[in-house]
């Protein structure tokens, strides 16, 4: 967690100097493996166009060419490159065999659906684009989902950024007036979890 948010703090002056331009570059990186925090850049730079320090038409669309065309890349370099140059280069982004091998099982076993929901899955996200290209899979068909994916995906993130950032002041104040009620249904909730826990170990 602590080197996820030295990586977000690093990356904000680059948000902040170069407005959409810099979320598309990053977004466009994470997406055919460099370990960025894309989901969080997307949080952050929505938020500051919550406030009016962005434009949010640009970030959303930035944010989306960046998705499409990291996957894009991805897809070439496993395509044209092959299994052998992807395992042997992938120690730099933190691919491994076995990590490559989970990738392809849930290609094999979702089919191309696995691109679009693959946004939402954290490694996946990064390898969709890469396994897709080592499978062979028809590049039309992967564009066309990888493109659908990364729209749901730079929606819901840049839609919760947007409404976080636009009304932070109420939501810093709501979250002051409520906490203790907030703590109270939290801690039920673990109880309750803990409970339900400990009886089913204690069922033969």
């Not at 320090?53 to 092959?82: H, K, T």
Request: glycine share 12%.
């Amino acid at each position: 967690m602590q080197s996820l948010a030295h990586i977000v703090e690093s990356l904000e002056p680059l948000v902040r100097d170069h407005g959409a331009g810099a979320v598309t570059v990053i977004i466009l990186l994470e997406s055919f493996g460099v370990p960025l925090p894309g989901e969080s850049l997307l949080l952050f730079a929505s938020a500051l166009a919550g406030r009016g320090e962005l434009s949010f038409p640009a970030v959303v669309v930035g944010a989306w060419i960046g998705a499409v065309a990291g996957d894009n890349v991805g897809y070439a370099i496993g395509r044209f490159g092959g299994r052998a140059l992807v395992l042997r280069f992938g120690g730099t982004i933190g691919l491994d065999a076995a990590r490559l091998a989970r990738v392809e099982a849930a290609f094999a076993r979702f089919g191309p659906a696995t691109v679009a929901v693959a946004r939402f899955v954290a490694v996946l996200r990064q390898l969709n684009g890469v396994v897709a290209g080592t499978l062979a899979m028809d590049w039309r068909r992967f564009l066309v989902f990888n493109a659908l994916g990364a729209a749901a995906w730079v929606g819901l993130w840049t839609t919760l950024g947007y409404v976080a950032g636009e009304h932070a002041d109420a939501l810093v104040a709501a979250g002051r007036r409520f906490w203790p009620a907030l703590a109270a249904v939290a801690a039920m909730t673990l109880l309750a979890a803990a409970v339900w826990w400990l009886r089913r170990r204690r069922r033969p």
